[in-house]
């Protein structure tokens, strides 16, 4: 059941990454971020308030469970985000999008670190099956020589940030769900810290306020609809990460590849990323996924 939840986690991610292709054109990233954690705080409480009217067992607060879900939503919503976006803009997204999909061997480092978290031969092989698989389905970067020395430092530096941010932050989520079962709430409790923080680091209001009343109705349904499928993805990981090894679900959930790849080949006619190597790349995640779930 983890690797199911886990899948469903990467597809809802995977659904945000292609919906956000079409935000970005109709309303900037830094004032269209605002929605997205606005829903990510709005969506999963009203989920919440839904659970709490037809669960059996009695509601109890954590302090410890809730700390762990807001120094996650600092780290990996706030923090990896926002040095996504730097290393996007630095690297361009071919290669940024190589440095994400390593993220699950930070996971994997603070998992054993801070939950004590250790795999075995046959779990680590199929996970080196799958990164495997990733690195060959991403698209191929153009060449580092084209960038100046200190733009590569920054971008690299950048890189390591993202992928360090979004796996401890993920470590801390299994950990909070280990602590305290709360998927919904510690879903909102994460997105507040991170809503917070972006309040905190925001200094150009004017700008924003503009480019929120200039958008257009289909550009905030667009970033609400980011806010929704990423709300349950942070929802349905959480619940993956107390049946399965945190490091194990991060890594299925980086598996959007398998979902983007399709997309973009056949819906956004993008024939020239169908290459021998990509698709030999998808049946290996594939392949390593199977052989995870049929352990």
């Given at each position: 059941?983890?690797?199911?939840?886990?899948?469903?986690?990467?597809?809802?991610?995977?659904?945000?990454?292609?919906?956000?292709?079409?935000?970005?054109?109709?309303?900037?990233?830094?004032?269209?971020?605002?929605?997205?954690?606005?829903?990510?705080?709005?969506?999963?409480?009203?989920?919440?308030?839904?659970?709490?009217?037809?669960?059996?067992?009695?509601?109890?607060?954590?302090?410890?469970?809730?700390?762990?879900?807001?120094?996650?939503?600092?780290?990996?919503?706030?923090?990896?985000?926002?040095?996504?976006?730097?290393?996007?803009?630095?690297?361009?997204?071919?290669?940024?999008?190589?440095?994400?999909?390593?993220?699950?061997?930070?996971?994997?480092?603070?998992?054993?670190?801070?939950?004590?978290?250790?795999?075995?031969?046959?779990?680590?092989?199929?996970?080196?099956?799958?990164?495997?698989?990733?690195?060959?389905?991403?698209?191929?970067?153009?060449?580092?020589?084209?960038?100046?020395?200190?733009?590569?430092?920054?971008?690299?530096?950048?890189?390591?940030?993202?992928?360090?941010?979004?796996?401890?932050?993920?470590?801390?989520?299994?950990?909070?769900?280990?602590?305290?079962?709360e998927a919904a709430l510690g879903t909102v409790i994460a997105s507040l810290a991170a809503l917070a923080c972006q309040f905190a680091v925001t200094r150009n209001w004017a700008r924003i306020r503009a480019q929120l009343r200039g958008a257009d109705r289909q550009a905030i349904l667009l970033y609400i609809g980011?806010?929704?499928?990423?709300?349950?993805?942070?929802i349905f990981i959480s619940l993956a990460m107390t049946r399965i090894e945190i490091a194990l679900a991060v890594l299925v959930v980086h598996t959007t590849p398998l979902v983007i790849f399709p997309v973009s080949v056949f819906l956004l006619k993008n024939r020239e990323e169908l290459t021998p190597r990509t698709?030999?790349?998808?049946?290996?995640?594939?392949?390593?996924?199977?052989?995870?779930?049929?352990?």
């Amino acid at each position: 059941m983890g690797i199911a939840y886990a899948l469903l986690a990467m597809l809802c991610f995977a659904t945000n990454i292609v919906i956000t292709r079409y935000a970005v054109v109709r309303l900037p990233v830094e004032a269209g971020f605002f929605v997205v954690l606005a829903t990510n705080v709005l969506f999963p409480a009203a989920l919440f308030a839904a659970e709490l009217g037809v669960r059996a067992a009695p509601y109890a607060w954590d302090w410890k469970g809730a700390g762990l879900f807001a120094i996650g939503g600092v780290i990996g919503t706030f923090l990896g985000r926002r040095f996504l976006f730097d290393a996007v803009k630095l690297l361009g997204p071919s290669r940024a999008s190589v440095f994400h999909s390593t993220s699950p061997a930070f996971a994997l480092i603070g998992a054993w670190l801070l939950a004590g978290e250790v795999l075995g031969a046959y779990e680590i092989a199929l996970m080196a099956v799958v990164w495997v698989g990733l690195w060959f389905t991403q698209p191929r970067g153009g060449s580092l020589h084209s960038s100046a020395p200190e733009v590569l430092r920054r971008g690299f530096i950048a890189g390591l940030l993202t992928v360090a941010g979004f796996g401890f932050g993920n470590v801390l989520r299994g950990l909070a769900m280990r602590a305290w079962d709360e998927a919904a709430l510690g879903t909102v409790i994460a997105s507040l810290a991170a809503l917070a923080c972006q309040f905190a680091v925001t200094r150009n209001w004017a700008r924003i306020r503009a480019q929120l009343r200039g958008a257009d109705r289909q550009a905030i349904l667009l970033y609400i609809g980011c806010g929704v499928f990423t709300s349950l993805g942070s929802i349905f990981i959480s619940l993956a990460m107390t049946r399965i090894e945190i490091a194990l679900a991060v890594l299925v959930v980086h598996t959007t590849p398998l979902v983007i790849f399709p997309v973009s080949v056949f819906l956004l006619k993008n024939r020239e990323e169908l290459t021998p190597r990509t698709v030999g790349g998808a049946l290996l995640v594939l392949a390593g996924i199977a052989f995870l779930a049929l352990r």
